[in-house]
Every structure is written in structure tokens, then in C-alpha cells.
């Protein structure tokens, strides 16, 4: 199949474009949980609460919505798995299940898999189409993220919110912003090329 059919076949993703093979998927699944592990070491500590600013939540939404639904799921899926046995990649080098910012990884593995159906119907497509996409799955991380916080460090909801959330909201607008540039043009350059 050209790469020009399969660009604009109905519930394609960008990883679709590449020849499909079961190596294909292995190899994007170990990537897309790779670069999440690469990116979750972009840390920089936020005074005040336990949960650092990472590149982790943009790449996981990038995973997501450029492998698909069921690749995004696998991708976050090993990635939990992989550091929950113990492989220092979460943010900041650390591992484990049950630290205060774990909840966050959970919200990861569910928001890619979300990303990854909404890009299936083309919300990746466009630069509105694409800030919507990024909202609804920010929105998914901190809904886990936020009340796991809460049960780990015996927090009220609203010092979760101020230590979990608000200090977070303008890096995520910053990540939507670079995601609305990167996937809409990626399609646009893989129809060019087809």
C-alpha cells in the first residue's frame, strides 16, 4: 500500500504511514515508551509540591496521538510497568509505584490511549482540532493525577489542586502550543510527500 493511500485512509495515524509489520509496532511501542522515559528526565522541581515540571506529560500525549489507541495504551503501559519493576525513568530518575507523582503516570497510560482514539478520527489533523485533543488529555492526567496526590501525601483538594495542577497549566499550554504546530504539519508534510 503507498504511503499516500494509507495517509488519508479514514482512522489512520502518523504511525500508520510507516509499512506495517508486527516488528513495526514492537519497535513503536518500545520508542514511544523510551521517549517518554528520555523526556520524563527533563525535571525541573516546583517549589512547594512534590510533582515536578517534566517533558514526560507533553511526550506521552505525543506518543498517544501519533501511535494510536492501542500502541499508545502498550507504549504507556510498558512504560508504567518498566519503572514500576524498578528502571529509573520516571521524572527525575526515579521508580516505583506509590511515590506522590505517580497518579500522574496513571493519567498518562489513560490520556494517551484517549489521544489516541480522538487522533484515529483526525483530531490531529488540524491546529484546533489538535489544542482540543491536548486539553481533553492534560485534562484526563490531572483527574487521576490530582486525587492520587491527594491519597498519597494526605493532602485537602484544593492544596492538591495548588500543588498538583495550577502551577502546571501555563507549561501545558506551552506543550499544546508545540503539539499544535508539530502533528497538523507532520500530516501536512506526509501528504506532500504521497
Known amino acids: 500500500m503507498s504511503t499516500a493511500s494509507v495517509s488519508f485512509r479514514p482512522g489512520a495515524v502518523l504511525a500508520d504511514l510507516l509499512p506495517a509489520s508486527r516488528v513495526r509496532d514492537i519497535a513503536l511501542v518500545v520508542g514511544g515508551a523510551a521517549l517518554t522515559g528520555v523526556a520524563a528526565q527533563l525535571s525541573v522541581p516546583v517549589p512547594g ?8 506529560t507533553f511526550a506521552a500525549l505525543l506518543v498517544g496521538t501519533a501511535l494510536g ?5 502498550l507504549a504507556l503501559g510498558l512504560y508504567a510497568l518498566v519503572g514500576m519493576a524498578g528502571v529509573p525513568w520516571f521524572a527525575g530518575g ?6 506522590a507523582s505517580f497518579g500522574y503516570v496513571l493519567g ?3 490520556a494517551a490511549t484517549l489521544v489516541g482514539a480522538l487522533a484515529r478520527r483526525g483530531a490531529d489533523r488540524s491546529v484546533a482540532r489538535t489544542a482540543g485533543t491536548m486539553v481533553l488529555g492534560s485534562a484526563v492526567i490531572y483527574a487521576v493525577g490530582v486525587p492520587y496526590l491527594m491519597g498519597a501525601t494526605g493532602m485537602s483538594l484544593s492544596a492538591a489542586v495548588a500543588a498538583g495542577l495550577t502551577p502546571f497549566l501555563l507549561g501545558d499550554a506551552l506543550k499544546a ?4 504546530g ?3 504539519t507532520a500530516w501536512k508534510l506526509a501528504g506532500r510527500r504521497g
Not at 489507541?69 to 495504551?73: A, E, P, S, V
Request: glycine share 18%; aromatic share 4%.
Open 182 to 184: 508539530v502533528l497538523p
Open 69 to 73: 489507541t492501542r500502541r499508545g495504551f
Open 49 to 56: 509540591s512534590p510533582v515536578p515540571v517534566t517533558g514526560q
Open 94 to 99: 526515579t521508580s516505583g509505584a506509590g511515590g
Open 108 to 110: 498518562m497510560l489513560l
Open 177 to 180: 502550543a508545540l503539539a499544535m
